[in-house]
């Protein structure tokens, strides 16, 4: 079965520093695709970024990066120099490849809250 | 904009009650999904369809049905509501299949009196 664990229900920050959001997944395919969506107190979800399972490099789009390593089945996201803007639920999501259907398997997100 | 379009955006409706939640998809995407989100259960996938025809099925309830038309806009209908139906729902859309990123629409909240 897939799951995907975000055991941070809350964090809270303060502007400028860093942050990291855990995601843990469990999935007995060996083709997938890891997602990350941000949703904002106005409540849409918004797509971050996707990861295939065969590219384990890192991603850097501006202030945020994702750190993704299959021996540990985490895929990792960090907020540099955070921003009151930051303020959201941020889910991590897990789909398989090539099958039936590539259904969203959605983490419980964690609540990041940026503290000017 | 994620060029999803769900309508309407809020629903108050009663218990026993029948509603209809619409959603248009991106232009050109073929796939469209549908979620739930409450607090208890998280966000569920309820179900896809794929050009028109059903392509996988979730926690979706009996009570609950949906149908994707020829223009690709679908629907998803939910009948004898209850208390616990209360939730915002999500539609989303991808360009098929193959783990391509799901764009989602603004939402639906429904609210069971």
């Known amino acids: 079965a897939q799951k995907v664990t975000q055991a941070q229900t809350e964090i809270s920050v303060v502007e400028k520093e860093d942050v990291t959001l855990d995601c843990v997944y469990e999935?007995?395919?060996?083709?997938?695709?890891l997602f990350w969506y941000k949703q904002p107190p106005s409540g849409e979800l918004v797509f971050l970024i996707r990861?295939?399972?065969?590219?384990?490099q890192n991603e850097i789009s501006g202030r945020y990066s994702w750190n993704f390593q299959k021996s540990t089945s985490s895929f990792n996201f960090t907020i540099t120099a955070s921003q009151v803007v930051d303020s959201a639920v941020y889910f991590c999501?897990?789909?398989?490849?090539?099958?039936?259907?590539?259904?969203?398997?959605f983490g419980t997100g964690t609540l990041l809250a940026v503290q000017p | 904009d994620s060029g999803v379009t769900q309508t309407p955006k809020h629903l108050i409706t009663a218990t026993g009650q029948r509603v209809t939640l619409r959603c248009s998809p991106r232009?050109?995407?073929?796939?469209v999904y549908w979620y739930q989100q409450s607090l208890d259960q998280g966000l569920q996938f309820l179900i896809q369809?794929?050009?028109?025809?059903?392509?996988a099925k979730g926690n979706i309830l009996e009570r609950f049905s949906a149908q994707q038309f020829p223009d690709l806009h679908s629907e998803l209908n939910l009948s004898s509501l209850e208390l616990g139906d209360s939730a915002l729902y999500f539609c989303?859309?991808?360009?098929?299949?193959?783990?391509?990123?799901?764009?989602f629409g603004d939402g639906t909240r429904l609210s069971i009196l």
């Open positions: 999501a897990l789909t398989n490849y090539g099958g039936a259907t590539n259904k969203l398997i």
């Open positions: 989303a859309s991808s360009a098929g299949q193959g783990g391509q990123p799901q764009h």
């Open positions: 232009s050109g995407d073929l796939s």
């Open positions: 999935t007995r395919d060996t083709t997938y695709y």
């Open positions: 990861r295939n399972s065969f590219d384990e």
């Open positions: 369809y794929y050009n028109g025809e059903e392509r």
